[in-house]
């Protein structure tokens, strides 16, 4: 049973004051920013609550777990974090009587905010400012560390609102504390306040080929950009992602890198993808998922008499390797499935994925099947990575329950 304390904030102006210091080097990867550090005289939690709503405080068992999702516009985020909140049942669907353009997604367990809501500068300003949204100059990082920090000890904030369709900054939603925050967007590991709230990180690595697909096919089918616009704008950023997003992935418990097949010589369709899952060696409550034999290097082509595989057929490798200084387990998978239900055979030889009984893997990639991806190693990969997800919420809960009783013990 949850145990929590509710306090009934009747004035925000009354309750904090704010001082401003610089922050330290470390906290950015790019620009020294000012942080903002407030100050409470009862136990609010951010500059935007609602005046007389009630704000609840929790027990740190029933503390939300945060995550964070890390790429750069138009590549896949969306379609992972609708994979993740199937995992935990329920569909994902966007605040009730809300805003209809708002940016979150709500399920029983998780809730999905976007960072671009964190958006400072809002279309026109960044044009006439000279800077894009991948800009740290562009983003309010105080206010999006002190909403996580809140949302994570169990307070409600009213958090903003970038519309995607307008350019605008528009009125902001309110966001209660769900069993598991996940962050998703251009920066969630980039402040180091932030980056210290994640309980476990991922990071999609998308190739330059395939990225620029995959952002045409969005762009222009569901936000009516032109194919000259879109080309304009990946040129125009891609700076900035080299600068502020790329490095990120340095930080991730894990990474989805996404490539051109190797099965195909000198390949330029870039329909067929190799797509490697990165896993961070040593990360409490996260064991990475082997192939065969735990720790071996493996090479490994399924095709037979138990999967079917069509030109150019299906290829994965496992093996230890080392990943920006870090020890990392990589599981690879290189061509596309032809039949979903022939998976199960891929499944039964892999360990550490973290079902709840045999066949899941499958059963979550033919219950979302028409998801993009869903033939090859991204939708495999993205599956896997969200029922560790809920492995590791499942322990961090099962932890904090334990705390209590063990310190009576002692």
Same mark, same amino acid.
């Given at each position: ?55 609840? !405080? ?5 503390? =939300?777990? &945060?995550? $964070?999702? #890390? *790429?750069?516009?138009?590549? +896949?985020? !969306? ?5 993740? =909140?199937? &995992?935990? $049942?329920? #569909? *994902?669907?966007?605040?009730? +009587? ?313």
């Amino acid at each position: 049973m949850a145990v929590c304390t509710v306090y009934t904030v009747q004035s925000l102006n009354s309750t904090y004051s704010i001082s401003t210091t610089p922050a330290k080097k470390n906290n950015l990867l790019g620009f020294n920013q000012k942080q903002a550090v407030v100050f409470y005289s009862r136990k609010t939690a951010t500059r935007s609550g609602r005046p007389g709503a009630a704000v609840i !405080s929790c027990s740190a068992a029933d503390k =939300t777990i &945060v995550i $964070g999702l #890390a *790429a750069d516009s138009g590549c +896949g985020k !969306s379609t992972f974090m609708r994979r993740l =909140t199937s &995992v935990f $049942g329920g #569909a *994902a669907e966007p605040p009730k +009587g809300g805003n209809p353009d708002s940016n979150t997604l709500i399920s029983d367990t998780t809730t999905v905010i976007c960072l671009d809501d964190y958006h400072s500068l809002d279309r026109t300003g960044r044009k006439e400012k000279g800077v894009t949204a991948l800009d740290p100059r562009a983003n309010d990082f105080d206010l999006m560390y002190e909403q996580v920090k809140a949302i994570k000890d169990g307070v409600a904030v009213d958090k903003p609102i970038y519309n995607h369709v307008s350019g605008l900054l528009d009125p902001p939603e309110l966001i209660k504390p769900p069993k598991i925050l996940v962050i998703e967007g251009l920066h969630p590991m980039y402040d180091s306040r932030v980056r210290d709230l994640l309980d476990f990180s991922i990071y999609l690595d998308i190739s330059n080929e395939v990225k620029f697909a995959w952002k045409i096919q969005r762009d222009m089918a569901e936000r009516g950009h032109s194919l000259e616009s879109i080309k304009a704008s990946i040129e125009a950023r891609k700076p900035d992602f080299d600068a502020y997003i790329d490095p990120q992935k340095q930080y991730a418990d894990a990474v989805i890198e996404v490539l051109p097949t190797q099965l195909i010589p000198d390949d330029n369709e870039g329909k067929v993808l190799r797509v490697r899952l990165i896993m961070k060696e040593g990360i409490k409550f996260f064991n990475p998922v082997y192939l065969f034999d735990e720790g071996s290097t493996i090479s490994w082509v399924p095709c037979g008499r138990k999967l079917t595989c069509s030109y150019p057929g299906i290829k994965f490798t496992y093996g230890p390797d080392t990943y920006y200084g870090n020890e990392v387990s990589v599981l690879e998978m290189d061509g596309q499935f032809d039949r979903l239900d022939e998976l199960i055979y891929v499944e039964s030889h892999l360990s550490n994925i973290s079902t709840k009984f045999y066949g899941e893997i499958t059963q979550q990639m033919l219950k979302l099947s028409d998801f993009p991806g869903s033939n090859n190693g991204t939708g495999l990969f993205q599956t896997i990575v969200g029922l560790k997800i809920r492995d590791l919420y499942e322990q961090i809960i099962a932890t904090r329950a334990a705390a209590p009783l063990e310190a009576t013990k002692a």
